[in-house]
């Protein structure tokens, strides 16, 4: 049994924040089930939103995420955002991100806010926020240590079972560094990022299995918005190794690359007056209607290649890696699962229903990306969410509500009933990714960027039938029901949400 005074599961820019935050304050462990910069926030190209222009207003920000989320937004959530984002700004700065000076356009924005540095923001973040960590002493990093179920005794959450995490990747399959076992806190973090793992086309990093939203179900806890998954328009459309696509970013459209047909004809402005600006889920289904006709691409023909090497240079080491030539070719596109705008319901301080359970990040449903996220606010929302948890949990040792946890093994009691947890059952390797491919085909091809009711009970019944006694493969099983049935629920087209 090991303890600490804050357990956070999740080393994203979510996870690594709360723990900046934290380190204060007590002990500080941060879990990562593969390796400590294997995860969503380092692949991350664009940037971070935040109103710090003299041009631009918190309004107008507040206005651009209301329309991007088709107003199912919840307001107060989003002003909280909007509000604390230039904040949230000079943290990152605090810790040694250095952005550029001048932001970028991106689309649904109505002028340039998204701050960067280049086009590998999210490494130059989690690199920064890794290396002051690092060097406090109340914080632990365990790399290769995966949250398997969440203990809760006497309706409060105090920690969670963990084991060591084999074979996401290869360098994951030489991790394993540690044994697994009880791991108490009284205030525990889930900061695990979203579900793109269980699509057969993603922009997302191995560990993204929606693992966090598992432990919430198991725990008994209900999830929220699972309907509204953000399907990114431009993934580079060459076939890789797996479900991995890289992603194109939307600045490159903000800096003038233009969607096109094999026709070389800017179809987007057909469904939209901004054309390849136009809000993401706009994008991504007009271009999967015209993949019916023929190849999508982007067209960087007409844009300076000294210019685009500078300010994308990720961009083009990944074209020049495929061979392709911006200043000649056209660069084949597709729209592939990229983000989870539901996940774990919390308010705006990150606290859970379950007390002593906080969600920051993309697992939470704090409201603040509606029914589509708005580029650039996801970053954002995990800074400024983890930061608020971290405040309340700060409040909350001040007016010392909480007892340090006992040993839960003995008489640990999911908030549904369930049990005492036991050891974890792990099907062979072999077997596991089978189920994993399995899973993926029946999600992509079923509830995808277009869904029909028919497609949806087909997945319902596709799912159930799996039935590989494996702990993981189960709880992505109850987490895909989880998301058909949101879909199912929700009759009518609704942001990213689209019903034909
Ligand atoms: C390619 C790409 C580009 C993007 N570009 C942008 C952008 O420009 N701007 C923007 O705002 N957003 C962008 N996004 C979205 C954004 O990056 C994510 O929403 C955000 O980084 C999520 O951060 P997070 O901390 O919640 O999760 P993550 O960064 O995904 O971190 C999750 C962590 O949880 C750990 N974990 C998962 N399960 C377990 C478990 N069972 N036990 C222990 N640890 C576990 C993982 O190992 C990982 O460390 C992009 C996303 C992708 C994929």
Redesign the pocket.
Known sequence: MKSCDFLI?????????AAYSLSDFGSVT????????????????????AVRSADDRFKKHIQDTLIAGAKHNRRKAVKFLVKEAPKAIELLQEVGVRFAETPHL?GGHSLPR?W?TGDR??NSI?QALLKVVRKKKSVTLL?H????ELIVKNNRCCG?F?AP?LS?SRAESRGGEGAGGEFLSPFTLL????F?QLYGR???????????L??ALKAGLKLKDLEFIQF?PTALNVHGKGNRY??I???LRGFGAKVVNRRGEEFLFRVHPNGSLAPRDVVTRAIFFEEERGPVFLDLRHLDPRELRQEFPTISEALKRHRLDPAKHLIPITPVE???CGGVPTGLSGETELPGLYA?????CTGVQGAN?L????????VVF?QSAAKDIQKKIKNKKTRPPESALSHAEGKGGRGVCHPAIRASAVAYQKALQKIREIMWENVGIVRTKESLKEAEEEISQIQLKDDRIQGYKALCLEIIHACLARKKSLGAHFMS
Do not use: M
């Open positions: 599961i999740g080393s994203g820019i979510a996870g690594l924040t941060v879990l990562s089930k593969g390796g400590l910069d294997e995860n969503n926030s380092g692949l991350a190209q664009g940037g971070i939103a991106e998204v960067h923001t999210g989690i790399a240590h995966e949250a398997i969670a963990i995490s996401l900061a695990t990022g979203g793109g993603t922009t997302n990093a191995a560990p993204a299995t929606g693992d966090g598992v432990l990114h890289f992603l970013s939307e600045a990229h983000y989870s920051i990040g993309e697992v939470a996220r580029a650039s606010n996801s970053l954002l929302e995990g983890a």
